[in-house]
């Protein structure tokens, strides 16, 4: 296998890509149909295709991803399974095997009129391979069926032929992966390797560095490169708005971008891990990013969204930053001088723009430790999962004989950045947390920042939801308090926890 081929349901092929070719239209160019355009944005899931990535240093995990956003060229050595792939292939005058996931939406009528069918195979595939799914005792969730399966796996996947009932009875009729199973197998032994890469074209560059040195030093060359990590926006600007930056350095795979520590005082987690790989490396160790989570776009997209990617970019409406800011995060700005510390609360500094100097990057984000203990993250959107913030809220509170001792509010989509509630902080510090403080502080809040008018909601609405939030916050604490949440984060040796640890538990 060459360092440019992408080895595609078994077979490896040579990727002579454009830097700016995504995955899928590689794939179909390929001849692999399955895989469709829906959106390109990746909100609809046609596109989904099965990934090999690391789940600790001698395991693979089966993740769906978005095929219409990422660049064929970052998948350069890797594995991917496409809906052709799954089952057994056919042989000269006889029919192949389908796969499990693919028979149970055959025979329960979740195929429809088929255009988002292998999407919804690849991502149910995916769950079908988690390995910690197993068969579930208790109520009945219409969240998570009785064989464990998440329906969250798929919360990225659309039918546009409504046909979701049918799509959930498949779902909830998979049993567990046969022993034989080749996909089942492969997850007993290492992902590849990500291969040092250097492709350059009359259209632009693309450049894996081998480590975080080599990265920094083509940075100063080179400082208006486009970093790119999960591309969940890099995508959309090359798709939607025809973005070709000259130079894409991808980041994804850097060892030095991609560690998960907690210390005695501080929880550090590298800028390149996936939502989803901090979400099971944390395994609820940190209740309010636990609350983010299932909220920050699909689980295709949290497969390959990163914080670095989400806070580098100075979206005003990015879910982490108001969560980050109630945690009174700090960022480690890494470049080819040293590294500096900067609270995420002075990072931004207008609409797209921050502290980071030309040749900095993201290389991890800090969170101090203990936790606040009372927390909540609120989510105002048109749609309750994969939609972009009209107004996002975090809290983060410490009580004291039931009076404030600290508060941290962050908030996005009210400004031009997101930003601390200082105001709505201030008028809260030391005050008993009674209802009549609450009304006061929520008028506070709800002038907090500059709402504007957009196609997502009026400005006159985003000041009522601010302003809702914290009233719906004290009547969730009930003015009680005291209610610590906060499971104990593990450590490794010597106070650093080992990011592989634990990846097999949890979701």
Not at 123 to 141: N, Q, T, V
Not at 249 to 256: G, M, S
Not at 406 to 411: C, E, K, M, P, T
């Amino acid at each position: 296998m060459g360092l440019s081929d992408i080895t595609v349901n078994g077979t490896a092929r040579p990727c002579a890509a454009s830097p700016h070719t995504s995955l899928l239209d590689w794939l179909r160019d390929q001849g692999w149909t399955g895989a469709k355009e829906g959106c390109a944005e990746g909100e609809c899931g046609a596109c989904a295709v099965l990934v090999a990535r690391p789940d600790g240093p001698e395991r693979t995990r089966w993740v769906a991803v978005n095929a219409c956003l990422p660049p064929a060229l970052s998948l350069a050595g890797q594995e991917v399974v496409t809906a052709e792939g799954l089952g057994t292939p056919s042989s000269p005058g006889s029919e192949g095997d389908l796969h499990p996931v693919q028979r149970e939406m055959a025979d329960r009528g979740g195929s429809q009129c088929g255009y988002c069918t292998p999407g919804f195979v690849c991502a149910m595939a995916a769950e079908f391979y988690r390995p910690d799914r197993a068969p579930r005792d208790g109520a009945d969730d219409h969240e998570c069926g009785p064989n464990g399966f998440d329906l969250h796996a798929l919360s990225g996947n659309l039918c546009r032929c409504t046909g979701y009932r049918p799509i959930r009875d498949a779902a909830y009729a998979l049993g567990a992966p046969d022993p034989g199973d080749p996909l089942a197998q492969r997850r007993e032994t290492a992902a590849p390797p990500a291969p040092s890469t250097v492709v350059t074209g009359e259209d632009g560059g693309f450049v894996r560095p081998s480590d975080l040195a080599e990265l920094l030093a083509r940075l100063v060359e080179n400082p208006e490169a486009v970093l790119l990590a999960g591309a969940t926006d890099a995508g959309v600007e090359r798709n939607l708005r025809h973005a070709r930056p000259p130079l894409v350095l991808a980041v994804d795979r850097l060892d030095e971008l991609r560690q998960l520590r907690v210390a005695d005082d501080h929880v550090e987690i590298g800028a390149a891990l996936t939502l989803s790989e901090i979400e099971r490396g944390l395994a609820g160790g940190v209740p309010l990013l636990d609350q983010l989570f299932p909220q920050f776009a699909s689980r295709l997209i949290r497969n390959t969204a990163t914080l670095g990617g989400n806070l580098g970019t100075g979206s005003p409406i990015g879910d982490a930053a108001p969560v980050l800011l109630a945690l009174d995060a700090s960022l480690l700005l890494a470049s080819a001088q040293g590294e500096r510390e900067v609270p995420l609360a002075g990072y931004f500094t207008g609409y797209r723009q921050s502290v980071r100097q030309p040749g900095e990057l993201i290389r991890a984000v800090r969170i101090p430790l203990p936790l606040a203990p009372e927390a909540a993250f609120y989510k105002i959107a048109k749609r309750r999962f994969d939609d972009i913030s009209s107004v996002a809220v975090a809290i983060a509170m410490r009580l004291e004989d039931d009076s404030v001792a600290s508060v941290r509010i962050g908030l996005g989509g009210v400004a031009a950045t997101p930003i601390r509630a200082t105001t709505t902080e201030e008028s809260l510090a030391g005050q008993p947390w009674v209802a009549a403080t609450v009304a006061r502080a929520a008028e506070v809040l709800a002038a907090e920042g500059t709402p504007l008018d957009d196609h997502r909601a009026s400005a006159r609405y985003r000041s009522a939801m601010l302003g809702q939030a914290l009233l719906r916050f004290h009547a969730e604490q009930d003015g009680s308090g005291g209610t610590d949440r906060t499971k104990p984060l593990q450590k490794g040796a010597e106070g650093v926890r080992n990011p592989y640890e634990n990846w097999g538990e949890g979701r």
